[in-house]
């Protein structure tokens, strides 16, 4: 097989031309709005789920953060849709490419902590000094909690695409191994495609998983600097 093996990650194109743009936007074709009165059982599932998700991270947060809940939710459908519809056959993830988690995550983390000093200068300022350090250690601390204050996008985004990554690679060699061994023996074929479809459904969790702790964290940056 000369298929190289990162051949799914590179960035479609449709006549030489990028069509990322209309993938990122498809998933917002997956919930529709409805003007009827009585919605159907597939809004309905739909609107019951967010009401849930909403719920569950926005009630550690004071007025002030709750203010951010349309886009957390945004955040939260838009990046679990995209993680699903990449495990379609022929199929591309936005999420595996750094540049746009990296897209992602920095403006929501500038904005969570340009909100904390500008109504909780003190309180953010503190975070970089903890009480009763040693007078020697001061500017150790300093340095290193600045440090750290600038890594947490770099985490974000490196932790949502190394997993969707990893994940991705590992069903490829898989599937790959299963074709090359459906020819030599059928028994062998038969135990690594059941392995393959137990890995797909692992996937499929991943991906929700990924999008709610993606999510979470900008969550816990928010109720840090509110």
Known sequence: M??????????????????????????????????????????????????????????????????????????????????????????????????????????LWAGAVITGFRHKTKASLAHFLPQGTPIPLIPMLIIIETISLFIQPMALAVRLTANITAGHLLMHLIGGATLILSSISSIAASTTFIILILLTILEMAVALIQAYVFTLLVSLYLHDNT
């Open 2 to 107: 000369n298929e190289n093996l990162f051949a799914s990650f590179i960035t479609p194109t449709m006549m030489g031309l990028p069509v990322v743009v209309l993938i990122i936007m498809f998933p917002t074709m997956l919930y529709p709005t409805s003007n009827r009165l009585i919605n159907n059982r597939l809004i309905s599932l739909q609107q019951w789920l967010i009401q849930l998700v909403t719920k569950q991270m926005m009630m550690m947060h004071n007025n002030k953060g709750q203010t951010w809940s349309l886009m957390l939710i945004s955040l939260i459908l838009f990046i679990g849709s995209t993680n699903l519809l990449g495990l379609l056959p022929h199929s591309f993830t936005p999420t595996t490419q750094l540049s746009m988690n990296l897209g992602m995550a920095i403006p």
